[in-house]
């Protein structure tokens, strides 16, 4: 099975540092979306708060958080944005996938808009 990237501009809601764009690994397992720390401090992402996240391997981790603009494949959303390690891939999670009407392929391992977004 394949891994699909898609390229992710992150903005930081109250600033005006500029934007983080980078390929974001896309992961259906994360809720939120991740990216590396001092890219995130450099573009005015403030934390507002810290959560337990549980990683691949199973281990669990205390990251800060803060809350940002996502913009992907032409459309844009809000939400969390994890300060992860400074060699970290950036992650973007389902919760931004879902918010816009994106989906993964799983036979193909493509993003595919849905024809509506679900209100159900």
Do not use: W
């Not at 032409?74 to 891939?89: L, Q, W, Y």
């Not at 389902?94 to 036979?107: K, N, Q, R």
């Amino acid at each position: 099975m394949g891994f699909t990237r898609v390229t992710v501009s992150i903005k930081a809601l109250r600033s005006r540092n500029g934007v983080y764009e980078s390929l974001f690994l896309v992961d259906t397992g994360a809720t939120d979306c991740l990216a590396p720390a001092k890219k995130l401090s450099e573009i005015g992402v403030e934390a507002v708060g810290k959560a337990s996240y549980q990683s691949a391997d199973g281990s669990v981790h205390e990251y800060h958080y803060g809350l940002v603009e996502i913009a992907f494949m032409g459309e844009i959303t809000a939400g969390r944005v994890i300060f992860g390690p400074d060699d970290a891939e950036p992650l973007l999670g389902v919760t931004a996938l879902e918010f816009v009407g994106i989906t993964v392929d799983p036979a193909s391992q493509t993003l595919k808009r849905l024809p509506a977004i679900p209100l159900k």
